[in-house]
């Protein structure tokens, strides 16, 4: 199995300022079609988790536009530009080259 | 509007059977793959494989390969999780999630189905 990991593990943002995910793969993700398969998704509080970024950087339906993901290979990126209350919850990044696995999650907290 | 709605919370003794279902709505039930990942209490999520809704073909996490069995219904426009022989690990929350078209992430997901595994 491709194994993900996700730094940092908890993520207190002072609301307005810009937070940053880093995920990597054993593996690289980037099929020769030139698709890196790697997601990411948000799990707020008590919800079901929703998706934000698929393919490495093609923003989700409804997705706000702070949200932004990029990297190849390897070594992939979450970044909110200005952190707002509502994006609390456990981010993870999931490849999708293979069966799917997901990396261990990052907290993300306000200040 | 699209809509994946899980069965009820279960109760199960060690090495008992759950089977979970997955009604979908809003869309060709057909056309995307269903996938089933759970989430143990504390912890993160775990991918357990996914169905073909068109022709049933499936692939399992290996970490469940021969104890989980997902089937479907296309009549009914459900999806089903069957995880045998339980023990108390397996006491999660277990999520149904659409499959995008190429590769476009899970956009859809269930509410979640609690399975607790107990004596």
């Known amino acids: 199995d491709i194994v993900m990991t996700q730094s940092p593990l908890s993520l207190p943002v002072t609301p307005g300022e810009p937070a940053s995910i880093s995920c990597r793969s054993n593996q690289s993700l980037l099929r020769s079609n030139g698709y890196n398969y790697l997601d990411w998704y948000l799990q707020k509080p008590g919800k079901s988790p929703h998706l934000l970024i698929y393919l490495g950087s093609n923003r989700a339906s409804g997705v706000p536009d702070r949200f932004s993901g990029s990297g190849s290979g390897s070594d992939f990126t979450l970044e909110i530009s200005r952190v707002e209350a509502e994006d609390v919850g456990v981010y993870y990044c999931m490849q999708a080259l293979q069966t799917r696995t997901f990396g261990q999650g990052t907290k993300l907290e306000i200040k | ?119």
């Open chain 2, 1 to 119: 509007q699209v809509q994946l709605v899980q069965s009820g919370a279960e109760v199960k003794k060690p090495g008992a059977s759950v089977k979970v279902s997955c009604r979908a709505s809003g869309y060709t039930f057909k056309t995307y793959a269903i996938h089933w990942v759970r989430q143990a209490p504390g912890h993160g999520l775990e991918w357990m494989g996914w169905i073909n809704a068109e022709n049933g073909k499936t692939e399992y996490s290996q970490k469940f390969q021969g104890r989980v069995t997902f089937t479907r219904d296309t009549s009914a426009s459900t999806a089903y999780m069957e995880l045998s022989s339980l023990i108390s690990e397996d006491t999660a929350v277990y999520y149904c999630a659409r499959g995008g078209i190429a590769a476009a992430g899970l956009g859809y997901w269930g509410q979640g189905t609690l399975v607790t595994v107990s004596s």
